[in-house]
């Protein structure tokens, strides 16, 4: 499954902002995004397995925030970082 991520977590990856993963659910795919980009994770879900409030996922451009919705290829994940400041 194709995934987008934000800049912030492009440090994880080297500078790619597109990505590919496995997983039968978005919890699943954030799970294998862990596993090749070590730490990742942490950023987006909490201790707790909540997503982080700053943080919105998209699938094919409907909005989640349901971690354990099915997904399969050829979905496309959009993960987005919230902005904030004033």
């Given at each position: 499954m194709k995934v987008y991520l934000p800049s912030p977590l492009y440090s994880y990856t080297g500078g790619k902002s597109l990505v590919e993963a496995r997983g039968d659910t978005i919890r699943e795919v954030l799970a294998a995004l862990d596993a090749q980009y070590p730490g990742m994770a942490?950023?987006?879900?909490?201790?707790?397995?909540?997503?982080?409030?700053?943080?919105?996922?998209?699938?094919d451009e409907r909005p989640e925030e349901d971690l354990d919705t099915k997904v399969q290829d050829p979905m496309v994940l959009h993960?987005?970082?919230?902005l904030s400041g004033g």
């Open positions: 942490f950023r987006m879900v909490d201790e707790v397995g909540h997503l982080r409030r700053h943080i919105r996922i998209f699938v993960i987005v970082a919230a």
